[in-house]
């Protein structure tokens, strides 16, 4: 049977990025499977966490997935805290994973900087935690942006490992799902950086909550090349500020970036980006006013997360306790 569990870090700023890589995908998702979504507010203090700032920003997610159309009699939505498991779990995974796995991962070495030194150690221990977050719920499919994809093989690496290490098939092997026109979006001021919730620069991303004229005058300042746009994709290649924009636009009208090529080859950024204006209000501005509401409502919001966390509970204390007799831990 699969099982899907996906996450999404309270830290503000939810963008274009996380919508069209993850959160749309998460949607699609939920008619045909068990679906299991979290706001990994652990995963979020890795780095420093104004504590009302995250209460807030872990209640935003909440408010993206049920704006974006999540349904929460369906799926389940809570946050990664309020689940004693995950922390658990992870502690029992940074004893299977190996320092020469965590040293390969490339957002560490991004996100610590020059420091390293200086990196808590949560940062460092972060993968650990996210394969605890899959597994502790035996998921076998986790829809992510492409960035995800050295995190989910350090995920299976620790499955096998611990099946192998005690003998037995207790975890899935996961796999990725990264699927859409948009599974890396880039920054709207630097084509080889990607939108980032923490670039300094608002004019980088277009976040849930931006309306028609943020929208407007953040595409219209997005950096580009001055030629028209091509006739074949192939031809946006060397053209990274070209081809965000183009598989933006693909993946908010949801056809291939081919398709909108059809359409827009030979036109210039002057008529492309106002037309990408509209079609991004279009589909955000009815995510943005929802989210809005939602903020302005945070008992149900809660209440949400609260029926998430006892539904999530329920489903995670099995394979704990599957997983605490494997150990060799005592059970009463
Ligand atoms: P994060 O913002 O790191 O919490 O990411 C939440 C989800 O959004 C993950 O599945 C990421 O892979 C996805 N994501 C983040 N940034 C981007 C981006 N620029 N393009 C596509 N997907 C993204
Ligand atoms: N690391 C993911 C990100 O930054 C968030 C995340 C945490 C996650 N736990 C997860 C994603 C489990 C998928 C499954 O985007």
Redesign the pocket.
Known sequence: MSRI?????PTGNLHLG?YLG?IRNFVRLQDDYECIY?A?DM?AITVWQDPEELRSNTREVAAAYLASGVKPEQSIIFA?SSVHAHAELAWIFNCVARIGWLNRMT?FKEKAGKNRENASLGLYA??S???A??LAYK?TH????E??KQ??EL?RDIAQKFNNDFGKEVFPIVEPLIFGEATRVMSLRDGSKKMSKSDPSDYSRITLTDGRDEVAKKLKKARTDADPLPEKVEDLESRPEAANLVGIYAALADISKADVLKDYSGAQFSVFKPALTELAVEKFGPIGDEMKRLMDDPAYVDSVLKQGAERATALAEPVMKEVKETVGFLSF
């Open positions: 569990f996906s996450g999404v870090q996380n993850a979290c990994v995963h990664q957002q972060y993968p935690l996210m394969a977050d899959i998921a986790v829809p992510v942006g960035d995800q995190h989910l995920t």
